[in-house]
Nanobody
Framework: QVQLVESGGGFAQAGGSLRLSCAASGRTFSNYAVGWFRQAPGKEREFVGAIRWSGTTDYADSVKGRFTISRDNAKNTVYLQMNSLKPEDTAVYYC??????????????????WGQGTQVTVSS
């Protein structure tokens, strides 16, 4: 059974940084794309960024240049480093692993296992 456990959310001031972690069991991250999504109150879940099985990354325009995704294969963990945080980054953040190996899309429905979500709150 695949399980994703997120950690690292919390509070930050605008301009600050936070790092989220997503640790997996039951599926090897190096064979699958791992995406980060977020959902703010009253809004739909949106794509933040992803790291493909190859190690290349993809980011939404809203976070490009501020957020960085990396992966530690030995720990089977993916990280989301968030810098220059803005109040509009406030949301619950989720990691998710793609349904198929060596496949990639930004579409949330293509990811079949999700973390529990972690709250990120950025104050102005």
């Amino acid at each position: 059974q695949v399980q994703l456990v997120e950690s690292g959310g919390g509070f930050a001031q605008a301009g600050g940084s936070l790092r989220l972690s997503c640790a997996a069991s039951g599926r090897t991250f190096s064979n699958y794309a791992v995406g980060w999504f977020r959902q703010a109150p009253g809004k739909e879940r949106e794509f933040v960024g992803a790291i493909r099985w190859s190690g290349t990354t993809d980011y939404a325009d809203s976070v490009k240049g501020r957020f960085t995704i990396s992966r530690d294969n030995a720990k089977n963990t993916v990280y989301l480093q968030m810098n220059s945080l803005k109040p509009e980054d406030t949301a619950v953040y989720y990691c998710a692993v793609h349904s198929f190996p060596r496949a990639y899309t930004r579409v949330a429905s293509s990811y079949d296992y999700w973390g529990q979500g972690t709250q990120v709150t950025v104050s102005s």
